[in-house]
């Protein structure tokens, strides 16, 4: 069996990228598989891509690049997908983001079998709407999302629930004997990792031999490298940069701390958990806890009045109780589990094998 991805990049640094990636080399044990990217945005991958998989882009975005993408030219961007998928030689074709479903419920041939791979609810639903009903199957990685897509295309819909598969294994594991919070995602507003530095702030006060790391760039850096200046935590809080190697980092660390205001992918929160990390999260309608079992592998605070308060004191509760921290590290590592890649792709598998039969 023959297995296309398509992404709208496979080059950048995103959980989705991650997952798909992952997944692609877990299914190339047993079916030809290649990953077909709309836009090429750097020279190689950001993540490791196993061999055995073909990767191919439609259009080259790369800086300098003679035909790079400018304001104005996307549509060439859709022509080069509407003209893949008129093309297309596969069996299953699994698609990221509505507008590439929405294309592949229009165009793809009709005897392929076409999934859409869905993360988040549609920000426009009336193509939605209109085109999904030709597709095969729409696949969420949470219950909460596949709820979210219920209520858009109904409860008959060929909705199915698969989670994001991890690396594959050996997972790097801590050895839960260092004094290090770790934080890992793109430096963005929704991740609020202001609210993390204000909440470290008091624990470094109380428990000044214990430091930040955190892992990732993006538009907040500034603003927060100000903020650890204004509390005075240049020694306790590290802006590490990017790493193609989270879980070797969270691995390094004794506690990962989610801030999200809205945590959709999920990613880091499941490499922390694969490397036998708990896991300090902010109990929100979006945040981290469709990925955690609360109380087995992680402690999630209420957000609202006092939560930096009640977050800073949620860390404090693991840096001083040894044997609790230890408990969640062990349940971290059974949660994990269900999201080892072999797991995940056998019910791939399966979900193709009934779709093709």
Not at 298 to 307: D, I, K, M, R, T
Request: positive net charge.
């Amino acid at each position: 069996m023959k297995i296309t991805f398509l992404v709208p990049s496979a080059y950048g640094m995103r959980g989705d990228v991650r997952a798909t990636l992952n997944l692609a080399g877990q299914l190339a044990d047993h079916h030809e598989v290649e990953v077909v990217s709309v836009k090429r945005t750097r020279q190689s991958p950001f993540f490791p891509v196993d061999p055995r998989v073909t990767m191919r882009w439609l259009v080259d975005a790369t800086p300098g690049a003679r035909r790079s993408l400018l304001p104005g030219e996307q549509v060439r961007a859709e022509v080069a997908v509407w003209r893949m998928l008129r093309r297309l030689r596969a069996d299953v074709l699994i698609t990221m983001r509505p507008a590439l479903s929405v294309q592949a419920a229009r165009y793809a041939p009709k005897g392929v079998i076409r999934i859409a791979r869905e993360w988040s609810r549609p920000s426009v639903p009336g193509p939605v709407r209109r085109y999904y009903p030709r597709l095969d199957a729409v696949v969420t990685h949470t219950e909460r999302c596949r709820d979210e897509w219920a209520a858009v295309l109904g409860r008959d819909a060929p909705l199915h629930v698969i989670p994001d598969p991890l690396p594959p294994a050996p997972w790097p594991r801590s050895r839960m004997d260092n004094r290090i919070v770790s934080s890992g995602g793109r430096l963005v507003p929704g991740k609020a990792y202001d609210r993390l530095v204000r909440a470290f702030a008091i624990v470094a006060d109380k428990r000044p031999d214990w430091r930040l790391r955190l892992y990732g760039t993006g538009p907040e850096e500034r603003r927060l490298r100000a903020l650890v200046c204004d509390l005075g935590l240049h020694n306790h809080v590290y802006f590490m940069g990017t790493t193609p190697d989270l879980p070797g980092e969270f691995a390094k660390a004794s506690i990962v701390a989610v801030p999200s205001k809205q945590e959709v992918l999920g990613m880091a929160v499941l490499e922390a958990l694969s490397c036998g990390v708990p896991v300090v999260g902010f109990d929100g309608p979006r945040g981290p806890a469709g990925f955690l079992r609360p109380g087995e592998d992680s402690l999630l605070v209420p957000e609202g009045e006092n939560e930096i308060e009640g977050y800073a004191a949620a860390i404090l509760t693991l840096i001083d109780d040894e044997r609790r921290r230890m408990s969640l590290a062990a349940g971290a590592l059974r949660s994990a589990a269900a999201h080892a890649a072999p797991v995940v792709a056998g019910r791939w598998r399966e979900l193709m094998g009934a779709l093709t039969a």
